[in-house]
């Protein structure tokens, strides 16, 4: 059975720093582009970044460009997102997402990131 | 950016009603479009792929279609768990991808 399972969403104040952290199981974490998707209820879903298969290739949304950086441990079945430089919108409910759209895509059930002083 | 948009928002029906949301593209996408179905407290569940490919066990009421910049999701007979919201995503973009702002599905 796939299972991804995100923590380390926390309360931080604006400016500070957070490590989201994704623990996959029940697939092949090797073979599969990784995301994250953000949702709030003011803006709803927001695909936040990518990385592929080895990480040789990222790409992130323009607002947290040059702040945040996903990165993977694929001996350790883990997906990671630093987040630096946080604000305010940065809160949000963030979910980790195998293969986003097609007929493997799978979702955890997200760890909320509160900016807040 | 390509900008999806969602209509109608929010969307009241009855059980046995036959329903459509629109997703409109500011530009065309082909068939690039996923559609999500999100109940409260969970995680959104992929319906449709490629604009028109039912995910395996996704009951055959739903149906997509469309290509270009107008793609429709119909649930042919509403059932009492399909009241949710839902969204639709494209992925031509890549990898900037972009969902639209979500279609409430109330009970009337």
């Known amino acids: 059975e796939v299972q991804l399972v995100e923590s380390g969403g926390l309360v931080v104040q604006p400016g500070g720093s957070l490590r989201l952290s994704c623990a996959a199981s029940?697939?092949?974490?090797?073979?599969?582009?990784m995301h994250w998707v953000r949702q709030t209820p003011e803006k709803g879903l927001e695909w936040v970044s990518l990385i592929n298969w080895d990480g040789a290739s990222t790409h992130y949304t323009d607002s947290v460009r040059g702040r945040f950086t996903i990165s993977r441990d694929n001996s350790k079945n883990s997906l990671y997102l630093q987040m630096n430089s946080l604000r305010a919108e940065d809160t949000a409910l963030y979910y980790c997402v195998k293969s986003l759209g097609d007929s493997e895509d799978y979702w955890g059930q997200g760890t909320l990131v509160t900016v807040s002083s | 950016a390509i900008q999806l948009t969602q209509s109608p928002s929010p969307l009241s029906a009855s059980v046995g009603d036959r329903v459509t949301i629109t997703c409109r593209a500011s530009q065309g996408i082909a068939t690039a479009l996923a559609w999500y179905q999100q109940k409260p407290g969970k995680a959104p569940k992929l319906l449709i792929s490629?604009?028109?490919t039912l995910q395996s066990g996704v009951p055959s009421r739903f149906s997509g279609s469309g290509s270009g910049t107008d793609f429709t999701l119909t649930i042919s007979s509403l059932q009492p768990e399909d009241f949710a919201t839902y969204y639709c995503q494209q992925f031509y973009s890549y990898p900037l991808y972009s969902f639209g702002q979500g279609t409430k599905l109330e009970i009337k």
């Open positions: 029940g697939f092949t974490f090797s073979d599969h582009t």
């Open positions: 490629d604009a028109s």
